[in-house]
């Protein structure tokens, strides 16, 4: 492989480009017009401009970046996270033009696209599954029988759902059909796939996944977990590895479970597989996620891989180069999603300019960053800014080593989630490990902050107004 495409933007495309140049392969950047002078565009050896701003006009134009990549002589096509990842068509599409996509199959993203299909899969392979149903259902009358089984509440899910859309809770059995309803018609117009299913609601779950890598050659290694249950929105916010609730025990049986997974639709490359864990530690399975995902750094962090360079030599044909029994867990690492959001007023896109833009740099820090001071954040793609991961050999050194980086990453212009990561790495919950993904909606409210932000703001206009008056004489500052 001499020369990659990275079918994608911002920070993700960097960090994809920074490998493929360390491992001597000529990249190629695609850009929307918006992104003309974009950070991932100035990193590429070469960048072809694909179209107007909005995602359909660009970055999801599957055949066109198909037929820039052959027009340049491209071996290789890496789709990062979003767009076009885990769209199976594109990667067959690749495939088809004799180039090679750097993920799965085309039939993996298939089965994993679909929750029935991915259960289905995996059936033979006694994974624990959370009770419930494992087929499309439209019969109210023996959801009601099935739930009753399983005991409320119950939730319901879009078979071609994700990222909680297409779900709905129902606690008692006289909601069960209108929630059905409404969770069928939902999924009909945000899928065009009606199919849904009923499934036990495990009311307070960590979201916990494990990361798989797997070869051509019958080779499946996992790297750990990740422990995600920092959510809002079904977005994540903070991630960590290790969790600190597994113990070596449940983080084996996770990880057989999820390569056992990743056999059972023939996987290939980076893969996540997601369980949910309840309060008495059983786990079940939940979803594959078929790319490599935006917190894939805390892994690199505490197993000491570059994961993109897997990915790249399994997508070559080569063996894994490691084996499972040489996989340790070294430290703990901890990510904050740095989007320009407002914290303040329900995480809504705050877009705008960076006036300043400073980002903190140190032993144990990484910042895998998409933009620079001076630029404006286009309102058309996914707001996140960087990733802000601190490294340390122990959970109480990475949290610590992430409040002073936070404090030195400087951002005017926009708001960020900058504020909303101290409050989450300060708050007890967080910090003695034990919280769910209840996290946000049980602990944060818009004033922890707030208070904070004020105090600072008045600090800030005492120090100028005392800088001032100095200035005019009227005051004088101490000599040291
Ligand atoms: C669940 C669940 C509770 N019980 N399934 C959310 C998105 C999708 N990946 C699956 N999700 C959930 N499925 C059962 N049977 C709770 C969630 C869920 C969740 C899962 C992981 C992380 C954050 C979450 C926030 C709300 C709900």
Not at 275 to 295: I, S
Not at 304 to 332: F, N, S, Y
């Amino acid at each position: 492989m001499k020369k990659i495409l990275v079918a994608n933007r911002g920070e993700i495309a960097i960090r994809v480009m920074r490998t493929a140049k360390k491992m001597g392969i000529r990249t190629v950047a695609v850009f929307s017009e918006i992104d003309r002078n974009a950070p991932h565009v100035r990193f590429a050896d070469e960048a072809v401009c694909i179209g107007a701003a909005p995602s359909n006009q660009s970055y999801l134009l599957g055949d066109k970046i198909i037929e820039v990549a052959k027009n340049l002589h491209v071996d290789g096509i890496h789709p990062g996270y979003g767009f076009l990842s885990e769209n199976a068509d594109f990667a067959e599409a690749v495939e088809k033009n004799g180039i090679t996509f750097i993920g799965p199959k085309s039939k993996a993203i298939r089965i994993m696209g679909s929750k029935l299909a991915a259960k289905e899969a995996v059936k033979k392979y006694d994974i624990p599954m959370v009770p419930g149903i494992d087929e499309a259902i439209t019969d109210v009358t023996k959801a009601k029988t099935i739930a009753k089984e399983i005991g409320y509440p119950v939730l319901i899910k879009a078979s071609a759902g994700g990222g909680g859309k297409g779900m709905r809770i129902v606690e008692k059995e006289k909601d069960l059909a209108s929630g059905m309803e409404r969770a069928i018609s939902e999924a009909t117009s945000a899928f065009g796939d009606g199919a849904v299913f009923v499934e036990k609601y495990v009311t307070s779950p960590r979201h916990i996944e494990i990361q798989v890598m797997a070869d051509t050659h019958g080779n499946v290694l996992h790297f750990f977990e990740r422990e995600c249950s920092v959510q809002r929105r079904h977005q994540k916010v903070v991630e960590e590895a290790p969790s600190s609730i597994l113990t070596p025990e449940l983080r084996n049986e996770m990880g057989i479970a999820a390569t056992k997974v990743a056999k059972a639709c023939d996987y290939v490359g980076a893969g996540t597989v997601e369980f949910l864990m309840d309060a008495d530690l059983n786990f079940y399975f939940l979803e594959m996620n078929t790319r490599l995902q935006v917190e894939h750094p805390v892994t690199e962090l505490i197993s000491g891989v570059d994961l993109v360079e897997l990915q790249i030599k399994v997508a070559r044909g080569e063996t894994l180069p490691m084996k499972q029994e040489e996989l340790k867990i070294h430290g703990h690492a901890v990510e904050l999603r740095v989007y320009a959001e407002d914290p303040l007023n329900d995480f809504l896109p705050s877009v705008g300019t960076l006036e300043t833009y400073i980002l903190p740099k140190g032993e144990g820090i990484r910042v895998d960053n998409g933009f620079d001071e001076g630029m404006d954040i286009p309102i058309y793609y996914d707001p996140m800014l960087s990733k802000l991961i601190a490294y340390g050999k122990t959970r109480e050194e990475a949290i610590e080593l992430m409040l002073e980086a936070i404090q030195n990453y400087k951002v005017k212009g926009v708001q960020t989630t900058l504020p909303f990561g101290t409050f989450v790495f300060g708050h007890e919950a967080f910090r003695s490990g034990n919280f769910d993904t209840h996290f946000v909606k049980n602990y944060y409210a818009p004033e922890a902050i707030q208070e904070k932000s004020r105090k600072e703001a008045e600090v800030a206009a005492l120090m100028a107004l005392y800088q001032y008056l100095n200035d005019q004489k009227i005051v004088q500052l101490p000599a040291n």
